[in-house]
């Protein structure tokens, strides 16, 4: 860690409300994934868990105790390799560390087909109250083709052992836009995940990251690739059909049934302060004088030597300007569907944001991409699709 | 030194065949150049030169030979710029000589380039014997080269030195011929000073440095020297040779080449191919063969970034320090703002400016379509001419235009004349002649209008003959042509930078062609784009840019805002690079469409 950043947050007055722990094992790497994850074994895990155990007291000791822990997730990777057993310890040990609101959202990423009844109902034991599978499409083909390690069967099996487990609020995560997709495959991929009546549904398109099997496999001009329209059309069917089933799109990629938004996820876009623990973890601090992003290493060797030596791994740490924090409040807050209240920006940084990005609201407006009225501004249906076009027109 | 043991020559050569190196050998072997000042290709000194391997800016060089027959001889060798654009550099290059070396690749055989050089040597009467170079390549057909030689240029070459300039290989017999076959110059030191001032070019510490080549009388530091051409007096202060760095001598006689420095603080003062003499001693009458240079292709100069206007100018006129050739003018374009129209002697000159500017000094420029100097004729019998199509009157006033032609010499081998005879006929070509060189060289010499090369003709012949052909040209005269200015709208709105003079019959295909490109070019926007092209008020052709419909990112993991951000700035460093017509974003290369269409 910077030493320079801790002598300017103080110590006493750090904010963060949620924890993030990234647990980088897969039993095989889907082949579109670009995120860090690796084979492991049972052994590898437990040491991977001690060494969390480890960095929790290191933060603990350096950032201090948060403000009240609201949520906390598992992600990965695959963190449903982790036994319940570990999932115990590691929430215990948080418990203990930091300070905890009242029942907070302990979210698990899951794989289908990699849990049973039995180990689900363990997870929930263990503290786990919302489960997140990553079902990603409900067609066997497509489901082969992007090399995940499930059946659809397997899907249907595991929602409802879910339910069965205890888990009220459950969600899962479609992809759209993969090699080969139709838009009627992608209509009876949505018609199949309303049939499983989950409370949170996550919806991306797929994107093609550079060092992937996919990259070489799917070229920019490949014809099983989705255009840029038939995505876009994609993208607005999955609005349409899930809102009609009394979902709210409460998010460019996330909706929820009432209730069931993710409160950790939506704490990204309203950037409440978190702490990543793991490799490739990603934290933000703040006090009342200055917001911190950092990652930690993602080499796992540097993270395991560095934390039994006492030290924070912590990477790319940068203090935020006033102007990119304006500009991240705007680009992170405009993700939302209510949008941005002017008061909360006003609240945050002291003037109006009609000031600031006048011109820019005027020219986005009339593109159509914002709506603008006396409170608050919020993205069209368009403006979603374009987001990149909005945000990008408020950095500073 | 006695006049006798002087020789002035050049090394005539295609790029390529290894002029540079030649040139090379022939300081080392002459012990000119020490291994200190050791660099390959000591001649060509700009990065620019090296890369493309042709020179660009000529330097010149005295090297000191003891010959086989045991006597001391002092060899200038002249270098010449080796491009098209630069034809009267090179003749004036070549008049300081008596004899050139012609090199020619032994495998590759003699080149339009070298054919147009070697013509300007022979019409001066100078002695140019050939060199066959690159001897030592497994390809080279020294036998069939030499007979191409004598059937093509009408030259004897029956004992033409074999070298490979690379190797070191006839480097000695190449010195030994030149003191051989070329004359010693003539002239009278006691007659008037009469010299040529055949280059010139700023140093930004000692002004202007002008190379002379002096044909009558002795030029010595402190005299007085009149300009004839430009009317304008110096004093001498530095007068000395190349060998191969300045030294200073205490004097120039007739027949030697040398620098002179005289506080001339522009190089417009210093033009190439002017006489110098004594003010108070003046020769009776200047040398033959000046020209004043005018620029032939003109094209808008724009800063992508508004706040690097002043930038721009001032690197302009830095190059404009060295290089009188080339011209510049404020402009003020609706669509790009500030900037300049630029003028040069032809499209490499207009390639090496732009490159230079962009590299040497940083600039990100918007460049627009090269066009040539039009003249038109008013109603009221006014001529004036024009170097932009906004500059065109309103058409009720015009009376007619004219258009400039060249004469092209296309050099191919024979499998690609069908292809270069219906590209000649499609720029609206006039056939001169179809020449057989030899039973698989020809020569296609065509009368085309200096417009249709300007845009993309160079890279089209190329593409035709596989880069084999090559191409010289001369400009020979003004033709009343039905011309028209074509402008192209964004969303309605007419684009100035884009706007073209363009013959009459071309306008359609070209128009159609144009708004093609342009759609292949511009990225879909927020809003759609509409492309037209349009005849006065009569549209010709027109495309659409549809509206972008999706541009979101993937999964944000972990809460990775940093990634996101990164991405963002990326899509924002790109728009930087794209400049604003009304709510367009048209990238840099969307003004130059019209050189891309086929």
């Not at chain 2, 090394?11 to 190196?21: C, E, F, Y």
Request: hydrophobic share 40%; net charge negative.
């Amino acid at each position: 860690m910077d030493l320079f950043y801790l002598f300017r947050l103080k110590l006493q007055s750090i904010m963060f409300t949620r924890l993030y722990l990234h647990i980088p094992f897969c039993q095989r790497k889907c082949d579109y994934c670009s995120f860090v994850s690796m084979q492991a074994n049972q052994h590898s895990i437990e040491d991977y868990v001690v060494t969390l155990l480890e960095e929790m007291r290191l933060v603990r000791a350096t950032y201090g105790a948060g403000d009240g822990i609201d949520s906390i997730y598992f992600g990965g990777g695959t963190p449903s390799q982790l036994s319940p057993h570990q999932i115990a310890r590691l929430l215990e040990q948080s418990s203990l560390l930091f300070k905890w609101k009242a029942r907070p959202e302990i979210t698990l990423e899951a794989n289908p087909g990699t849990v049973d009844a039995q180990r689900l109902a363990d997870f929930h034991a263990a503290g786990i109250n919302r489960l997140s599978l990553g079902v990603q499409s409900f067609d066997n083909q497509l489901l082969s083709r992007l090399g995940r390690i499930h059946t659809e069967q397997q899907v249907v099996n595991t929602v409802s052992a879910a339910r069965m487990a205890g888990f009220d609020n459950l969600g899962i995560d479609l992809i759209h836009s993969l090699p080969g997709q139709t838009l009627d495959m992608w209509r009876s991929d949505l018609a199949r995940a309303l049939q499983c009546e989950t409370d949170h549904i996550s919806i991306y398109g797929l994107t093609i990251e550079e060092g992937t099997p996919f990259a070489l496999r799917y070229t920019e001009e490949s014809p099983l690739l989705a255009d840029e329209d038939l995505s876009a059309a994609m993208f607005e069917t999955a609005d349409t059909l899930l809102t009609a089933a009394g979902y709210e799109h409460y998010e460019i990629a996330n909706y929820a049934r009432h209730g069931f938004r993710s409160r950790h996820n939506s704490g990204y876009w309203k950037r409440d302060g978190y702490l990543g623990l793991g490799i490739a973890a990603h934290s933000l601090l703040r006090d009342e004088t200055c917001d911190v992003r950092f990652s930690t290493t993602s080499d796992l060797d540097e993270y395991t030597t560095a934390i039994n030596g006492g030290i924070l791994p912590h990477h790319d740490t940068i203090s935020l300007s006033r102007e990119e924090a304006m500009a991240e409040f705007m680009y992170l807050g405009l993700r939302l569907k209510e949008g941005i209240e002017f008061r909360e920006f006003e609240s945050n940084f002291g003037c109006s944001p009609l000031k600031i990005y006048a011109a820019t609201f005027d020219l986005l407006s009339r593109a159509g991409l914002l709506t603008v009225d006396k409170t608050s501004i919020k993205l069209t249906l368009r403006g979603m699709l374009l987001s990149n076009q909005v945000f990008s027109r408020f950095l500073p | 030194m006695d006049i006798s043991r002087l020789r002035n020559f050049s090394i005539i050569a295609h790029i390529d065949h290894g002029k540079s190196t030649l040139a090379d050998r022939l300081l080392e072997y002459t012990g000119t150049l020490s291994d200190r000042e050791k660099q390959n290709q000591f001649l060509d000194k700009m990065d620019l030169e090296r890369e493309r391997g042709i020179t660009i800016k000529a330097q010149t060089v005295r090297l000191k030979y003891r010959a086989d027959d045991g006597k001391d001889y002092i060899l200038n060798l002249i270098d010449t710029p080796g491009h098209v654009d630069f034809t009267y550099e090179v003749s004036r290059s070549l008049a300081a000589c008596e004899g050139g070396l012609l090199v020619v690749d032994a495998s590759q055989g003699v080149e339009a380039q070298t054919l147009a050089n070697v013509y300007l040597a022979l019409d001066i009467n100078l002695e140019v014997f050939p060199v066959l170079n690159k001897i030592d390549l497994p390809a080279a057909e020294p036998e069939r080269v030499i007979q191409e030689i004598e059937e093509i240029i009408g030259i004897d070459a029956h004992d033409a030195v074999l070298a490979s300039a690379k190797e070191g290989i006839g480097t000695h017999e190449i010195l030994e011929e030149i003191i051989k076959k070329i004359p010693p110059p003539k002239g009278d030191s006691q007659a008037p000073l009469k010299a040529l001032l055949f280059d010139s070019w700023y140093d930004q510490y000692q002004g202007v440095i002008i190379l002379v080549r002096l044909f009558d009388g002795i030029l010595k530091k402190g005299d007085k020297i009149q300009l004839m051409a430009t009317n304008s007096s110096f004093e001498a202060l530095k007068v000395g040779v190349f060998a191969p760095v300045m030294v200073e001598v205490p004097q120039l006689t007739a027949g030697e080449v040398g620098f002179v420095i005289a506080g001339i603080k522009d190089v417009a003062d210093a033009k190439v191919g002017d006489t110098v003499t004594l003010l108070h001693r003046q020769c009776e009458k200047p040398l033959e063969g000046f020209k004043e240079v005018q620029p032939m292709v003109f094209s808008g100069l724009y800063p992508i970034d508004t706040v690097q206007y002043e930038q721009l100018r001032d690197a302009l006129a830095k190059l404009k320090l060295n290089d009188s050739s080339f011209s510049f003018e404020p402009e003020t374009s609706v669509a790009l703002g500030f900037g300049f129209r630029c003028g040069f002697l032809g499209l490499l000159h207009m390639e090496i400016i732009q490159e230079r500017l962009e590299r040497e000094f940083g600039l990100d420029l918007i460049t627009t379509a090269p066009t040539v100097v039009y003249r038109v004729h008013r109603v009221t019998g006014e001529v004036l001419t024009i170097e932009s199509a906004n500059q065109l009157p309103e058409l009720h006033h015009v009376d007619y235009l004219e258009e400039p032609f060249i004469l092209a010499h296309i050099h191919v081998p024979n499998d690609f004349v069908g292809g270069v005879l219906s590209l000649c006929e499609d720029k609206r070509g006039i056939q001169r002649e179809i020449k057989y060189l030899t039973p698989t060289r020809v020569m296609i010499i065509y009368e085309l209008p200096l417009n249709e090369i300007v845009l993309d003709f160079y890279d089209r012949l190329k593409s035709i003959t596989k880069g084999y052909a090559s191409l010289d040209y001369e400009h020979l005269d003004y033709r009343r042509s039905e011309l028209v200015r074509m402008n192209v709208m964004i969303n309605g709105d007419i684009v100035d930078a884009l706007s073209l003079i363009i013959h009459r019959e071309k306008a359609y295909f070209r128009g159609r062609d144009l708004v093609a490109k342009m759609k292949e070019l511009i990225p879909r926007q927020m809003f759609e784009v509409a492309i037209q092209a349009a005849i006065g008020n009569k549209i010709i052709a027109r495309e659409t840019v549809k509206a972008m419909r999706k541009d979101v990112l993937a999964k944000c993991y972990g809460g990775d805002i940093t990634r996101k951000r990164k991405l963002l700035e990326k899509q924002k460093e790109g728009k930087k690079r794209m400049k604003n017509v009304g709510n367009v974003e048209l990238p840099q290369e969307a003004f130059l469409a019209i050189l891309k269409v086929d």
